[in-house]
């Protein structure tokens, strides 16, 4: 079956504008994940839903960082007037639900800050 | 100190050779531990889980050492196809936060 897809795979942001990133997980699956990764190192998790509640956004850096998931299934991560230092993959993951089952990365979008 | 620390490598070694690499943890709330493959401008996989008693999965074998905070990942026989980021991965927070180090790199030459 399909697995977890983002979109834009690349976006280049001039520094300063806002940027919108989708995220579409396996279908069925209860869970959802936001992951950063700079050059370099591994993922550092964002932030988590579970359906369309957002139970966890700890490792969200700044409140230029919002994440929502409206209907449960659909992610987006939103950053507002972004960074250079905002460059970065940003990975979406999916598991069937809260606890110890595989997490399945969709391929990222790769965001470069100028 | 660092969360985890992880020998980035690279290690560089012929087809065949085993290749053994670990990665320490100094967080002892850590639940549960992970291998993940990663490969160039690719996304993270799940290699396979680390239980205490240690586990093999074809020509992998994980072990975790709770007492001494590490897990290790050997591969035996190593395959031009096993070149690539190893990361070491646990979760604490309800056993749904995934933590990772930053990456062990293998390449493995003809």
């Known amino acids: 079956g399909a697995g977890v897809s983002q979109s834009p795979r690349y976006k280049v942001a001039k520094r300063g504008q806002d940027v919108a990133l989708r995220c579409d997980p396996i279908?069925?699956?209860?869970?959802l994940f936001w992951y950063q990764q700079a050059l370099g190192q591994g993922p550092e998790f964002l932030t988590y839903f579970q359906n369309e509640a957002q139970l966890d956004k700890s490792g969200l850096p700044s409140d230029r960082f919002f994440a929502e998931r409206p209907e449960g299934s659909v992610s987006t991560l939103k950053i507002q007037r972004t960074q250079q230092e905002d460059s970065a993959v940003y990975l979406c993951?999916?598991?069937?639900?809260?606890?110890?089952?595989?997490?399945?990365f969709g391929p990222g979008t790769r965001l470069t800050v100028t | 100190r660092k969360e985890v620390e992880q020998d980035p490598g690279p290690f560089n070694v012929p087809e065949g050779a085993t290749v053994a690499f670990n990665c320490t943890y100094s967080n002892s709330a850590s639940q549960s531990f992970f291998w993940y493959r990663q490969d160039c401008r690719k996304e993270p996989k799940l290699l396979m889980s680390?239980?205490?008693s240690g586990n093999e999965d074809g020509r992998f074998t994980a072990q975790l050492n709770r007492a001494s905070q590490y897990i290790s990942l050997l591969i035996r026989d190593s395959k031009l196809s096993d070149s690539a980021t190893y990361l070491c991965v646990w979760s604490t927070g309800g056993d749904y936060k995934l933590s990772f180090g930053a990456g062990t790199t293998v390449t493995v030459r003809a």
């Open positions: 993951a999916s598991s069937l639900s809260r606890g110890p089952y595989e997490q399945y």
């Open positions: 279908s069925g699956h209860v869970s």
């Open positions: 680390v239980y205490s």
